[in-house]
């Protein structure tokens, strides 16, 4: 049984598709990627499957939970890193964190000394987020989103001003995350990271899914087929 079906999703603003209707389904311990130009839909995506954005038309369903008639359970068990910081400037790394592990019960304060260090920013926890570099606050971020035990963890562009030595750390934890049973969905146009860590990698354009990658062990042969289509669009 999938953990995630996502039936015909469609979304329209102002007359305009921004996604036309969709479905793929995902299981648990899998991480499908999003690829795809500016204006591809990957972003009004994972909003719809954060419970941010109402579809159009469609249904989601995580573990049997409906999204629309049940937000607030659906909600409960996923984990969400925007593409923006939305943190108060004036909190330090640790209030942050801690602020958010309160909305999760299953989240302690044992894991958020835990996500601190993982993420490399226990020395960090009594600075101000106003003092953080790019990279810092996407690791924040990213920290924030892996609280609780997350049934489905959702990411855009997780890895914006990450340095190198980051963005492998990202894929490790994302790999580590896989393991244990957790779904994953991100956005990158990084074609590498795309091929890293995908299961399935969709590429996006004009609002829909025009190709489809499984698993591939021959990752840089993934990432050259990313980057001609991505050259394309």
């Not at 996923?78 to 942050?96: R, T």
Request: hydrophobic fraction near 40%; glycine fraction near 8%.
């Amino acid at each position: 049984m999938s953990l995630l079906k996502v039936e015909e999703v469609s979304k329209v603003y102002q007359n305009k598709e921004a996604l036309l209707p969709l479905s793929f389904t995902a299981e648990p311990g899998q991480c499908v990627v999003l690829c795809g130009g500016n204006g591809a839909g990957k972003s009004t995506l994972i909003q719809i499957l954060a419970a941010l954005s109402k579809p159009t038309a469609g249904h989601v369903v995580l573990d049997g939970i409906e999204m629309e008639k049940s937000r607030g359970n659906y909600v409960n068990r996923i984990g969400y890193m925007p593409d923006s910081f939305p943190a108060q400037q004036l909190m330090s790394v640790g209030e942050m964190l801690h602020f958010y592990a309160s909305y999760r019960p299953d989240a302690s304060k044992t894991q958020v000394e835990e996500i601190l260090s993982r993420i490399g920013l226990f020395e960090k926890k009594d600075e101000l987020i106003k003092n953080l570099s790019k990279g810092m606050r996407q690791r924040l971020l990213f920290g924030q989103a892996l609280l609780g035990t997350p049934l489905l963890l959702l990411m855009d562009e997780p890895t914006n001003g990450l340095d190198p030595y980051w963005i492998n750390g990202f894929i490790n934890i994302v790999n580590e995350v896989k393991k244990t049973g957790t779904t994953i969905i991100l956005s990158t146009h990084m074609m590498d990271v795309a091929a890293e860590v995908g299961d399935i990698i969709y590429f996006m354009k004009e609002g829909r899914i025009v190709h489809e990658f499984l698993h591939e062990t021959d990752k840089e042969k993934t990432t050259l087929q990313l980057l001609k289509l991505h050259r394309s669009v």
